[in-house]
Structure formats: structure tokens, C-alpha cells
């Protein structure tokens, strides 16, 4: 029996590593094996992209270096994507692993999409992601762009390519929509501006409701 597909998705700072943690500590804690892994990847491409993202990978452009654009980053989140099933995901699940990923397909189809200025940009976007298969529940950490600046300030990293308020808030917004735009996916929106344990408990039911389905 294949393994079980589960995605954290949300904003900057919504809390998708944070609550990967906690659904993994309690799955080994229920005897379920299971494999939590990350988008960007560990992977070759992964490291790229995490240059990129912290400013230390940059491109030449008409007027000096620069991050990468928009098409750039793109095709390498869709790359890692295929190196990370290949090496990764699709192994454990065939196994009968159960894989949780903090962030997958939807992060690369919002944040690429919002990032290019053009929504029209989203069907290419989606184009370039088709072999990735839908996970059997993404749980999508809906929290206020205030909120998870709040996070973010308090933890003190480098400030990351997307980290922008307004960004932020229209990232918010497409992850909202989400559920909507892609009704044939599991896709479940769950308040994560609460506690991180009460946000837990709402995610760990989520998924022992998919279990038991099966
Ligand atoms: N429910 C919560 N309540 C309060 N603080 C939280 C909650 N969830 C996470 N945090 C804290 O907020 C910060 C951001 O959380 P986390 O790193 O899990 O977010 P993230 O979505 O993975 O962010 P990024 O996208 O930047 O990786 C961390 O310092 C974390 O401890
Ligand atoms: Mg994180």
C-alpha cells in the first residue's frame, strides 16, 4: 500500500516548518512511518534556489547584479521539484512511507505566479509543474501577513528575496483562493494564527482522518 502525500503550505512565517515538525514527532510517536523532507529540496537545484533566495546567488542584468527574475526561479523550483520526487518522495511513498514536504507545487504556482507581476503568467507556471503529482492533502497555515512578520522579525534571519509586507499580503490572498482554484485537490485551509499546538491538533486531525479513510 502506497504511503500517504502531505504538504504544508502558507505564507513567509505562517508556520509550515514548525508544524511539519510537530505532524512528524507525532507520526512516529503513532508508529506510522513516515519521512519529512523540505521545498527547496537538499538537492542540487534545492541549493541553487537557496542562494538565490538569501541574495548570495546572483545574475547579471542590464544595469548590474541582481537576483535571479522571476522565469529564472521558476524553472528552478520546477526542477528541484522533479529531482526531489525522483530522489525523494516517490521512493518513500512506494515504499508505503507516509511523506510530509514543507512546501510542494502550490508554493511555486503562488509565489511564482504573484512574483511575475502577471497573473496571466499562472497557466505556463502550471505547465512547467504538470509532472508533479497532487499530494493526498495540502494543509494551507492561513495566517494575517501581520502575524507572520511578527514571526519572522522575532526570529531573526536574513531577510529572504520575498520578504516584503505587501508581497506577503497578496500571497495571503492566492493562498485563500487556493481551494477554489483547484477544487479536484485536497486542499484544506485551517486557521494557523493560533497557538502552535492548538494549530497542531487541527492539523494532526486532518490527517488521521485521511488514515482512517483508507
Ligand atoms: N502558532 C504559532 N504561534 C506562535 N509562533 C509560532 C507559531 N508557529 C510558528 N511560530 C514561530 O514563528 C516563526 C516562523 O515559523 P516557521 O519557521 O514554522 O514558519 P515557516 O512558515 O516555516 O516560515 P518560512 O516560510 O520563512 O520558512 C518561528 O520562530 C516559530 O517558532
Ligand atoms: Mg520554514
Same mark, same amino acid.
Given at each position: 500500500? %502506497? ?8 505564507? !513567509? ?7 511539519? +515538525? /510537530?505532524? *512528524? ?14 521545498? @527547496?529540496? !537538499? ?9 538565490? =533566495?538569501?541574495?548570495? /546567488? $546572483?545574475? %547579471? ?8 527574475? #522571476? ?9 528541484? +521539484? ?6 525523494? &518522495? ?18 511555486? =504556482? ?11 503568467? /499562472?497557466? #505556463? ?11 493526498? =492533502?495540502? &494543509? $494551507? ?14 526570529? *531573526? ?6 520578504? !516584503? ?13 487556493? @481551494?477554489? +482554484?483547484? @477544487?479536484?485537490?485536497? &486542499?484544506? =485551509? ?9 494549530? *497542531? ?5 486532518? $490527517? ?7
Amino acid at each position: 500500500m %502506497k504511503g500517504h502525500f502531505v504538504v504544508f503550505e502558507g505564507i !513567509d512565517g505562517a508556520g509550515t516548518t514548525t508544524q511539519s +515538525r /510537530l505532524l *512528524h514527532e507525532a507520526l512516529v510517536r503513532d508508529d506510522v512511518p513516515v519521512h519529512l523532507t523540505a521545498e @527547496p529540496s !537538499d538537492g542540487p537545484v534545492g541549493v541553487v534556489i537557496r542562494q538565490a =533566495l538569501s541574495g548570495r /546567488l $546572483v545574475v %547579471k542584468g542590464m544595469s548590474g547584479l541582481r537576483a535571479p527574475g #522571476w522565469t529564472t526561479m521558476a524553472l528552478l523550483f520546477a526542477a528541484d +521539484r522533479t529531482d526531489h520526487l525522483d530522489s525523494e &518522495i516517490l521512493p518513500n511513498l512506494a515504499d508505503g512511507i507516509t511523506v510530509i514536504s514543507d512546501r510542494y507545487v502550490y508554493s511555486s =504556482l503562488i509565489y511564482q505566479t504573484e512574483t511575475s507581476g502577471d497573473l496571466g503568467n /499562472l497557466p #505556463w507556471v502550471e505547465h512547467i509543474n504538470r509532472q508533479a503529482p497532487r499530494p493526498d =492533502l495540502t &494543509i $494551507v497555515l492561513d495566517v494575517t501577513s501581520a502575524e507572520a512578520t511578527r514571526r519572522r522579525r522575532h526570529r *531573526h534571519e536574513v531577510e529572504q528575496i520575498y520578504d !516584503d509586507r505587501e508581497l506577503q499580503e497578496r500571497l495571503a490572498l492566492r493562498y485563500r483562493e487556493l @481551494p477554489a +482554484r483547484y @477544487p479536484g485537490d485536497r &486542499i484544506e =485551509l485551517i486557521d494557523g494564527n493560533g497557538e502552535t499546538q492548538e494549530v *497542531h491538533r487541527a492539523c494532526l486531525a486532518l $490527517v488521521r482522518g485521511l488514515r482512517g479513510a483508507r
